[in-house]
């Protein structure tokens, strides 16, 4: 039986109404319960969240003094690392000589020299006190960019003397006397650093010049045998840092403040600390002692004293103080109050609105369908002659409606196919023509590499080769070999940062520079401080380059070396297994200027070999994101002890391919070895 055919108009008025006047009525109950059972669970709900609130609060204050207070703990770790150097290298220092304080230099920061005791000799202390006056250069712009945090930086050593870097000039002065004495090895920040082997914030304290609350931080440091040498350590003051730590907005009546290890309020909203005056959270008289318990002991929760007052408290780690925040429990209801009076009101809005809303549903619901159907039926037509492939043909835009923008997108996709096909023609020549001028730079960069094996079929004291495998079409790893003079042979091994043109470019550069600076009886380490310089002269785009060069004395075997931040060479001796030949790295190039690289050198016997290598073979990366490693590296060069220089590097980049399997090169992946024949 033939079904009766319906308009569309008709079918739109029904399911439109049906499902407007479902909705509307199914909207209303679910509504209508949801008022009344919100007004029920508001209270518990509002108070669960403004304990997650509290929470959020405290631990992202806690966090937020833990991240100011480390920005002083990397100074004293730094500086600790400094004098370490100065014990490590005095020769690479110059001698300043560091005087005791002069009353005529108060209010100018300067360094400044004190005995523990007269039975201390300054003579005896010269050479050391003179190679610490080294740290007014590191320390004068720290308190000058920090003046207003940062008082006092200083130095105390296990021999007997203290250097200060202030613009106080009274403390320990000795009427009298030339010298100024000041015996800290009782002092607190002195014997707890020294049990403590690492950086650490002492308690607060006021400051002896009225200035406010301070703390200091301070941290061992060792001499060139790593023993105890001595604590460094800065004076901070903590009001600018407390004042914004507890800034929190919450209402009337709340306010935060910080507690330090001993119980007392050190800073709040409405009280200024001073000495001798703080408030403690363990006298019974004070409204935090119900919760004194949990913030002592570092834990992080939210209680409701019988008081009615709410507290939230978390641990501050560096300083080992505690955050919190106090609010009074009528400040947490007062929202609920206000809700249960607007629910009431609303219940009875809504039945009036929904019996309106549901009379104008029906007549607009009417007056749609009729508008609706029309231009619709129009469209198709049009959409009709577009879609047989008529891209020329456009759309009639009947009404200024989402008809109409239909209508205006059917058109602009007309015209966006017919732009995409004549672009798609245009694009796939301009890629084919980039594709041509990289596998030109690919073919430039591989021909500046020596790639001629045997390179001096006329040398039999050795054999070396090598390889470059780029990530991309041109890569940042480069390789070089070459006669110094008729008995030194160079070879270099580097990789630049990045990948792709810019680190090809570096690396057009960087070889040169490394080849040119590279002379007859000119040391490694002032090639590599020569580069060095001239590469940060012209790195606007901050590459940087690790790279390691070393120089074969064909006659006598001596093999000198330098090494800027590069992996390790691989060295196997006669008869024995390849092994990883450690040495110190010394920073990359480019990385910084005037930097001072050292040569080192080892011996070589005939059948001794070197390999050389960047982090593409140790840091290749197969399906399942596992590093190649340098274990699996070390199996495979002791597997192949009798291969030639070409036939190990074979051997290692089969490994390696075997090893990665399908997924992509990650990395350019360069080796060179070098077998010395005597």
């Known amino acids: 039986m033939e079904q009766k055919r ?47 609130n509290l929470l959020n609060v405290v631990k992202d204050k806690a966090d937020l003094a833990d991240s100011e207070l480390g920005k002083y703990a990397d100074y004293i770790r730094d500086f600790s690392s400094y004098i370490h150097d100065l014990y ?4 690479d220092y110059v001698q300043r000589e560091v005087f005791p304080p002069d009353a005529a230099s108060a209010g100018v920061c300067t360094m400044q020299r004190y005995l523990v005791s007269p039975d201390i000799s300054v003579e005896a202390t010269a050479q050391e006190r003179r190679l610490l006056g080294n740290l007014e250069q590191l320390w004068a712009p720290v308190l000058s960019g920090s003046k207003d945090m940062i008082t006092t930086i200083y130095v105390g050593t296990q021999s007997g003397f203290l250097l200060s870097y202030d613009d106080c000039a009274d403390l320990g002065v000795t009427p009298g006397s030339d010298e100024s004495y000041f015996d800290y090895f009782q002092s607190s920040w002195y014997t707890s650093a020294m049990e403590a082997g690492t950086v650490l914030f002492t308690d607060t304290y006021p400051d002896a010049y009225g200035r406010g609350l301070m703390i200091s931080c301070a941290a061992p440091f060792y001499d060139a045998q790593d023993q105890f040498a001595g604590v460094v350590c800065m004076d901070i003051l903590i009001g600018d840092l407390t004042s914004y730590v507890i800034d929190v907005a919450l209402g009337e009546g709340a306010y935060a403040f910080l507690v330090n290890a001993s119980g007392d309020i ?34 992080t929760g939210v209680m409701l004293t019988s008081g009615g007052v709410y507290y939230a408290y978390t641990p501050v780690s560096s300083a080992n103080w505690k955050f919190c925040v106090h609010i009074p429990e009528s400040l947490v209801l007062a929202p609920v109050k206000a809700m249960e009076r607007n629910i009431i009101a609303a219940i009875f809005a809504f039945v009036a609105a929904l019996a309106l809303i549901i009379f104008c549903v029906v007549l607009m619901v009417r007056r749609f369908s009729r508008q609706l159907t029309a231009p619709l039926t129009a469209l198709g037509q049009d959409v009709q002659t577009i879609s047989s492939g008529d891209l020329d043909y456009r759309a009639v835009i009947r009404s200024n409606d989402e008809i ?83 008995t030194h042979l160079a070879v270099v091994m580097a990789d630049v940062s990045g990948k792709g043109v810019p680190a090809a470019l570096f690396m057009v550069i960087g070889k040169t520079l490394i080849k040119d600076h590279t002379q007859p009886g000119k040391s490694l380490g002032e ?44 060295l196997c001796k006669q008869g024995e297994g390849f092994e990883a030949y450690k040495i110190k790295a010394g920073f990359v190039l480019a990385g ?87």
Do not use: W
């Open 404 to 486: 109409g923008d239909l209508a205006g997108s059917f058109n602009n996709m007309a015209a966006s196919l017919k732009q995409h096909i004549e672009n798609l023609t245009a694009v796939t020549a301009e890629k084919e023509r980039i594709g041509a001028e990289l596998d030109v730079a690919t073919h430039i960069q591989k021909s500046m590499l020596p790639c001629i094996f045997p390179p001096f079929p006329e040398r039999k004291e050795f054999d070396v080769y090598a390889t470059m495998n780029p990530a991309k079409e041109v890569g940042g790893d480069f390789y070089d070999f070459f006669m110094v003079d008729d």
């Open 592 to 678: 910084m200027e005037d930097l001072r690289y050292r040569e080192g050198s080892l011996q070589l016997s005939p059948g001794d070999r070197i390999f050389l290598y960047t982090d593409g073979v140790t840091e290749a990366t197969d399906g399942a994101n596992q590093l190649y490693g340098s274990e699996r590296l070390h199996r495979v060069l002791n597997a192949n002890l009798d291969a030639g220089p070409e036939t190990l590097l074979s051997a290692v980049k089969a490994d390696v391919d075997q090893f990665v399997g399908d997924a992509p090169q990650f990395d350019d992946i360069t080796m060179l070895c070098l077998a010395y024949r005597g």
């Open 266 to 299: 050190i800073a709040s909203a409405d009280m200024k600390a001073s000495a001798g005056a703080f408030e403690s959270i363990l006298d019974a008289s004070s409204a935090v002692y119900e919760v004194s318990a949990p913030i002592i002991n570092g834990e």
């Open 527 to 570: 090639v590599f401080t020569d580069v060095n310089n001239m590469l940060c002269d012209s790195n606007s785009e901050g590459l940087f380059i690790t790279a390691f060069e070393g120089v074969l004395d064909l006659v006598t075997g001596e093999f000198r070396y330098v090494n800027a931040g590069h992996e390790p060479p691989y």
């Open 88 to 91: 490590q290298h005095p020769e």
């Open 6 to 52: 319906q308009p569309i108009r008709k079918k739109v008025q029904k399911i439109v109404l049906l499902i407007s006047v479902a909705g509307l009525l199914l909207t209303s109950a679910v509504g209508l319960f949801s008022m009344l059972r919100i007004k029920g669970d508001s209270e518990n709900a509002l108070i669960r969240q403004m304990n997650q």
